[in-house]
């Protein structure tokens, strides 16, 4: 991994962790990447839990709900930056 630059030390930046790839990386990024493809299509992310959680292998949908902080991050940066900007 080293040779094509994936192989990096731990990282905390803010409240994020950032480090080498791993397996868990790519479900994880799968899981979030098809409810954003559900949410662009003016789908409910909430309504698609249980379906994912079923691909996931989850004995629970509630395990996959922490997915959607991640597709509902991008929502939440932009109302910041919009209350940062409003502040000046």
Same mark, same amino acid.
């Given at each position: 991994?080293?040779?094509?630059?994936?192989?990096?030390?731990?990282?905390?930046?803010?409240?994020?962790?950032?480090?080498?790839?791993?397996?868990?990386? #790519?479900? $994880?990024?799968?899981?979030?990447? %098809?409810?954003?493809?559900? =949410?662009?299509? *003016?789908?409910?992310?909430?309504?698609? !839990?249980?379906?994912?959680?079923?691909? #996931?292998? $989850?004995?629970?949908?509630?395990? %996959?709900?922490?997915?959607? =902080?991640?597709? *509902?991050?991008?929502?939440?940066?932009? !109302?910041?930056?919009?209350?940062?900007?409003?502040?000046?």
């Amino acid at each position: 991994m080293n040779t094509i630059g994936l192989d990096q030390p731990r990282r905390v930046i803010g409240r994020t962790n950032f480090s080498a790839p791993t397996i868990h990386s #790519l479900r $994880h990024s799968w899981a979030v990447n %098809t409810l954003l493809k559900i =949410k662009a299509r *003016n789908g409910s992310p909430q309504h698609a !839990l249980p379906v994912l959680a079923a691909y #996931l292998g $989850h004995t629970e949908y509630w395990y %996959t709900v922490k997915y959607l =902080k991640m597709v *509902n991050a991008g929502q939440r940066q932009g !109302l910041l930056d919009f209350m940062l900007t409003e502040k000046r």
